[in-house]
């Protein structure tokens, strides 16, 4: 292996590639603050423990590291889902719902094939189903729009 080698299932984007990811991620961010979505930036590296709670395969998805200092299992951001329900769950549980989070950033899993993924998502945590469903379903479609999209398809 040399010293310009990166593993497998990962990618350096070059400029163009990397300009086009920042003009799309750019448009997403203006039509998700229009519906009222704040940022939330969780840390890329947490206790393995949140993300088990949401799904147990996240376990064996992850790449994990021990914590020095606690001893305790980590987990290298798999997905944003999980992060976004511990916070809510410690930072914001005295407050009022609804809640609308967007984030964006690089996930890894360690599996065969892509394992550093760019990710970018919206929560609406605290609204009736109907209800967030339909908001969902309109934010994905102003995306789309705003993107240039003329045809497209959304199978619930």
């Given amino acids: 292996m040399g010293l310009t080698e990166i593993p497998e299932g990962f990618k350096t984007l070059l400029p163009e590639e990397a300009e086009k990811r920042e003009k799309v991620l750019s448009l997403m961010e203006e039509v998700i603050k229009l519906w009222g979505y704040e940022l939330i930036l969780p840390p890329s590296i947490e206790?393995?423990?949140?993300?088990?709670?949401?799904?147990?395969?996240?376990e064996e998805l992850s790449f994990k590291i021990v914590d020095r200092v606690t001893g305790k299992l980590m987990a290298v951001r798999p997905d944003f889902t999980p992060q976004v329900a511990r916070i809510v769950a410690s930072s914001f549980k005295d407050e009022?719902?609804?809640f609308r989070f967007y984030y964006s950033g690089r996930i890894f899993r360690d599996v065969l094939g892509e394992r550093e993924i760019f990710q970018f998502g919206f929560e609406l945590i605290g609204v009736k189903e109907t209800e967030g469903d339909a908001e969902i379903v309109a934010v994905v479609v102003n995306i789309l729009e705003r993107l240039g999209l003329r045809s497209f398809q959304i199978d619930i």
């Fill in 96 to 98: 009022e719902p609804p």
């Fill in 47 to 58: 206790f393995l423990s949140p993300f088990k709670v949401v799904d147990e395969r996240f």
